[in-house]
């Protein structure tokens, strides 16, 4: 690695075999390649619908101090936060998207005589976060094909994972890429499970699509589980993803270790100003995850039709099988000259697979009939 990189030997030896996170592709970066105008982004998972109205008044607002530093401790922001969650601003840690918190807690616990269990088919930061703190990585084995939840999390074989130097189990509800999930009573007996040395991140970036009616809030759960964290964002469903701001609530304790971790400034102003105002905008939210709901039935009456299968989802996507590496690799270029953009998974170990989010009735229309076309070129 030296003859590409002349200052690779200087770096910490955990770093020197880290990949830099792959994001999706973005719609300028299609326009500039291919030389197209009209372009749709399916890759993200962001909300089409974008953020409520009442946040570009309140973006506008906050340029009045843009000159000044962001207030560091979020203040209003952690007071809004904790009296909608119902927990104690003690309880929160702020950062610059779920991800920033996701390497804080990796910062906080892990270290090169310790390890972290994750799923193989979970979201990459886990395994980036761990590798970069020089910790050993447990992998556990996901759900085969033809389970009930094929891909999902095997909790049984992250259980066996865990011994004396774990620190952190990373478990993502629901996951991405896959967007299976777990059922309360299985993440409980989990919890139960745990002993006392043992921090398990629960990553619920995509809580608000996949909330069930009448379903317990896993906040609840904080007192039972101290050693539990729960990782929420703005950046989803709330439509704030371009701003960056996410956050964790656990025990007191847990947060002011965190905190401590924390960069100063880590939030800025135009992101706390934009979510306190979607906080505000509950309605608003709410029509989103409706959108969301009859954006992915329409995704999914359309895949049918060209005989594609997915994966079962609660998030705002699907991961699409289209039955060869080859097969899918084919289809996401054509899909990329047609000016549609989703993202391939063969950095995830699912090559065969497309990920595809959830927008607009026009914007999934387009996207299937593109597939047809595909199809019928093959």
Not at 15 to 35: C, N, T, V
Not at 200 to 214: F, I, K, M, S
Not at 337 to 344: C, E, K, L, S
Request: net charge negative.
């Amino acid at each position: 690695m030296s003859a590409i990189n002349p200052h690779s030997d200087l770096a910490a030896a955990a770093i020197r075999g880290l990949a830099p996170y792959q994001p999706g592709k973005p719609s300028s970066e299609l326009r500039r390649e291919y030389g197209l105008r009209d372009v749709i982004k399916l890759a993200s998972n962001e909300n089409p619908l974008g953020p409520s109205p009442t946040v570009k008044t309140a973006l506008l607002a906050a340029f009045d101090e843009i000159e000044r530093y962001p207030d560091g401790a979020c203040f209003e922001l952690r007071d809004a936060l904790a009296s909608h969650l119902q927990v104690t601003p003690q309880q929160l840690t702020l950062g610059n998207g779920s991800n920033d918190v996701l390497v804080l807690l990796a910062e906080t616990f892990l270290t090169e005589r310790v390890s972290a269990v994750y799923d193989q088919y979970s979201f990459v930061v886990y395994r980036l976060a761990v590798q970069a703190c020089g910790a050993q990585a447990h992998v556990s084995q996901a759900n085969p094909r033809e389970h009930a939840m094929p891909l999902g999390h095997d909790l049984a074989a992250m259980r066996a994972l865990v011994d004396q130097n774990t620190r952190l189990v990373f478990i993502a509800n629901p996951n991405n890429p896959t967007g299976t999930w777990l059922e309360h009573d299985e993440l409980r007996g989990f919890l139960r499970d745990m002993p006392e040395h043992v921090i398990t991140v629960l990553d619920e970036a995509y809580l608000e699509y996949a909330r069930q009616p009448g379903e317990a809030d896993t906040l609840s759960w904080l007192k039972e589980f101290p050693q539990l964290v729960i990782v929420r964002t703005f950046s989803k469903a709330y439509g704030l993803a371009g701003l960056r701001i996410g956050y964790c609530v656990s025990s007191p304790s847990i947060a002011e270790l965190l905190n401590r971790v924390r960069q100063p400034f880590n939030v800025n102003s135009l992101a706390q100003q934009a979510a306190l105002a979607a906080l505000a905008d509950q309605q608003w939210l709410q029509q989103g995850v409706a959108a969301n709901a009859a954006s992915l039935l329409q995704l999914q009456q359309g895949l049918a039709k060209l005989g594609l299968r997915w994966i079962p989802s609660r998030g705002n996507f699907l991961l699409v099988d289209f039955g060869s590496s080859e097969n899918a690799a084919a289809c996401n270029e054509y899909l990329l000259r047609a000016g549609v953009i989703v993202r391939p998974v063969a950095n995830y170990g699912l090559p065969a697979y497309l990920r595809i989010t959830a927008g607009t009735e026009e914007e999934i229309q387009r996207l299937l009939q593109a597939l047809a076309q595909f199809a019928d070129s093959r």
